[in-house]
């Protein structure tokens, strides 16, 4: 595995943690934006890098617009 396929994944698994706990508390308080907008943003920062990594595919996929 490359260096740069390596860090890839390491920073994805800190982000889906992260994602996670986010879902989590977004379950707990459905109105608060502010949690929204940090999963997408979490989202949409694995997806960019993924457009060079391993995972190409992901790229292809889109986020609904933002609101």
């Known amino acids: 595995m490359d260096d ?3 860090e890839f994944l390491t920073e ?4 889906l943690d992260t994602v996670d706990n986010q879902l989590v ?5 459905p109105n608060n934006a502010k ?6 943003r979490l989202v949409h920062t694995i ?9 190409r595919g992901w790229k292809h996929s889109r ?3 933002k609101r």
């Open 4 to 6: 740069l396929l390596r």
């Open 12 to 15: 994805t698994s800190e982000s």
């Open 25 to 29: 508390r977004f379950e707990q308080d």
């Open 35 to 40: 949690i929204l907008d940090n999963i997408f």
């Open 47 to 55: 997806k960019g890098p993924a457009a060079f990594s391993a995972c």
């Open 63 to 65: 986020m609904p617009p």
